[in-house]
T-cell receptor
Framework: LAKTTQPISMDSYEGQEVNITCSHN???????ITWYQQFPSQGPRFIIQ???TKVTNEVASLFIPADRKSSTLSLPRVSLSDTAVYYC????????????FGTGTQLKVEL | GAVVSQHPSRVICKSGTSVKIECRSL??????MFWYRQFPKQSLMLMAT?????????EQGVEKDKFLINHASLTLSTLTVTSAHPEDSSFYIC??????????????FGPGTRLTVT
């Protein structure tokens, strides 16, 4: 399982764009990068997943360079409700895959 | 998307008693479910992999006789914390593998169960 490294915490203000980077130098060829969001006392919630280049959905964008050794989660115009812990994981999408959660990034959004 | 539920959402029990936590996939079948434990201010730690119809696979350091896992159907896995002690107090989260269109899988997480042992 590829190990991921993220900043422990980030601070931002409402309306700003937030970019959280994740390093995964030893990512395997068949691994995808998945980001989860977790609020206190709740289970993680899937945000976005990608393999390479750029993926965008209604809540975020994921940028993955050609070497795939890192990725960046981009949250446009954050609000107070985006305050949460964000986890980056690298794993295959086959069944029965064990996920290894790193420390995650605590994002704090203020007014 | 797929929904995973857990019951109860929170439970308080006395030291020495056993507690059962249920994890259900509501609108899909899951051959594999996972159980995690999360202490305050810490990340999720995988405890075991629950396989329907077979024995669970436990991570290193997790006592299989203390944390009993039963995956009796394709929509239900249970975790029983036996002879609970205060140090077992934690947030327990399950996830279930959903087979998506195209053959890939995605894990969906339950809302978690807060266990407090007094």
């Amino acid at each position: 399982l590829a190990k991921t490294t993220q900043p422990i915490s980030m601070d931002s203000y409402e309306g700003q764009e937030v970019n959280i980077t994740c390093s995964h130098n030893n990512i395997a060829t068949n691994d995808y990068i998945t980001w989860y969001q977790q609020f206190p006392s709740q289970g993680p919630r899937f945000i976005i997943q990608g393999y390479k280049t750029k993926v965008t959905n209604e809540v975020a964008s994921l940028f993955i360079p050609a070497d795939r050794k890192s990725s960046t989660l981009s949250l446009p115009r954050v609000s107070l409700s985006d305050t949460a812990v964000y986890y980056c994981l690298a794993s295959s999408t086959g069944g029965g895959n064990k996920l290894t959660f790193g420390t995650g990034t605590q994002l704090k959004v203020e007014l | 998307g797929a929904v995973v539920s857990q019951h109860p959402s929170r439970v308080i029990c006395k030291s020495g008693t056993s507690v059962k936590i249920e994890c259900r996939s509501l609108d899909f079948q899951a051959t594999t479910m996972f159980w995690y434990r999360q202490f305050p201010k810490q990340s999720l730690m995988l405890m075991a992999t629950s396989n329907e119809g077979s024995k669970a696979t436990y991570e290193q350091g997790v006592e299989k006789d203390k944390f009993l896992i039963n995956h009796a159907s394709l929509t239900l896995s249970t975790l029983t914390v036996t002879s609970a002690h205060p140090e077992d107090s934690s947030f327990y989260i399950c996830s279930a593998d959903a087979n998506l269109a195209g053959g890939s899988y995605e894990q969906y997480f339950g809302p978690g169960t807060r266990l407090t042992v007094t």
